[in-house]
T-cell receptor, first 116, second 110 residues
Framework: GENVEQHPSTLSVQEGDSAVIKCTYS??????FPWYKQELGKRPQLIID?????GEKKDQRIAVTLNKTAKHFSLHITETQPEDSAVYFC???????????????FGKGTHLIIQP | DVKVTQSSRYLVKRTGEKVFLECVQD?????MFWYRQDPGLGLRLIYF???????EKGDIPEGYSVSREKKERFSLILESASTNQTSMYLC?????????FGSGTRLTVV
C-alpha cells in the first residue's frame, strides 16, 4: 500500500518568516494530495489540496507544489502568523474519477511553532 | 457546511467490553472513514465504506469491525476492547472536494 513520509516532525520559525513542510509518497498511482491543519484539541481541517495534473496551487499565503516524477510534494506558508501554529498533515490517495476519494494515507504530522 | 458528528467526545471502557463508536454525516456523502490518531503515528485508516452495506479494510483493521446500515451512519465496533486500542478515533466523510472530519472520540480502555 501507500506510504507517506513527512518532514520535519517539528518546525519552529520566526513570525513573518516562511515555513516549508515536505512529504514523499511511494505509490505512483496516487493522484490526490491534500494538506490538513489540526489545532490543539480540534479536528483536522483541509487547508489546500492538489491533484496530479497540476504542479502548483496557491491560496493567499499557502501554496503546495507537486513533483510527480520524484514523488514528493510540499506545503509552503509565507509571512507566518501566530495563528499558523498547529500540526499539519500531508496525505495521498488515489481519487476515483467517479467521485469521492479512496482512503487517505497520512504523514505523521509536523508541529509548526511560530515564534513571536 | 458538511457536518460529521461523533456521538461521544470521551469514553472509558473496560478491557473485554464491546464498544460502539457512532458517526453520522448530514450531506449524503457516499464515502465514510474511520481513523485512529496516536502521537507520533499520525492518522491511520482502520476501515472505510463506499456505500451502504459496503466496507473495506484500511491499514490497521485488526480488532475492529464496522457497520453501515444507512448512508448517513458509519459505526466502528471494537469486539473486545484492549488497552492498545486506547486512542483518539476520528470519523470522516468525503466528496471529490476533500474530507470533513468529526470532532473525535477519545477512547480509554482500562
Amino acid at each position: 500500500g501507500e506510504n507517506v513520509e513527512q518532514h520535519p516532525s517539528t518546525l519552529s520559525v520566526q513570525e513573518g518568516d516562511s515555513a516549508v513542510i515536505k512529504c514523499t509518497y511511494s505509490d505512483s498511482a496516487s493522484n490526490y494530495f491534500p494538506w490538513y491543519k489540526q489545532e490543539l484539541g480540534k479536528r483536522p481541517q483541509l487547508i489546500i489540496d492538489i491533484r496530479s495534473n497540476v504542479g502548483e496551487k496557491k491560496d493567499q499565503r499557502i501554496a503546495v507544489t507537486l513533483n510527480k516524477t520524484a514523488k514528493h510534494f510540499s506545503l509552503h506558508i509565507t509571512e507566518t502568523q501566530p495563528e499558523d501554529s498547529a500540526v499539519y498533515f500531508c496525505a495521498a490517495s488515489i481519487s476515483h474519477s467517479g467521485g469521492g476519494a479512496d482512503g487517505l494515507t497520512f504523514g505523521k504530522g509536523t508541529h509548526l511553532i511560530i515564534q513571536p | 457546511d458538511v457536518k460529521v458528528t461523533q456521538s461521544s467526545r470521551y469514553l472509558v471502557k473496560r478491557t473485554g467490553e464491546k464498544v460502539f463508536l457512532e458517526c453520522v454525516q448530514d450531506m449524503d456523502h457516499e464515502n465514510m472513514f474511520w481513523y485512529r490518531q496516536d502521537p507520533g503515528l499520525g492518522l491511520r485508516l482502520i476501515y472505510f465504506s463506499y456505500d451502504v452495506k459496503m466496507k473495506e479494510k484500511g491499514d490497521i483493521p485488526e480488532g475492529y469491525s464496522v457497520s453501515r446500515e444507512k448512508k448517513e451512519r458509519f459505526s466502528l465496533i471494537l469486539e473486545s476492547a484492549s488497552t492498545n486500542q486506547t486512542s483518539m478515533y476520528l470519523c470522516a466523510s468525503s466528496t471529490n472536494y476533500g474530507y470533513t472530519f468529526g470532532s473525535g472520540t477519545r477512547l480509554t480502555v482500562v
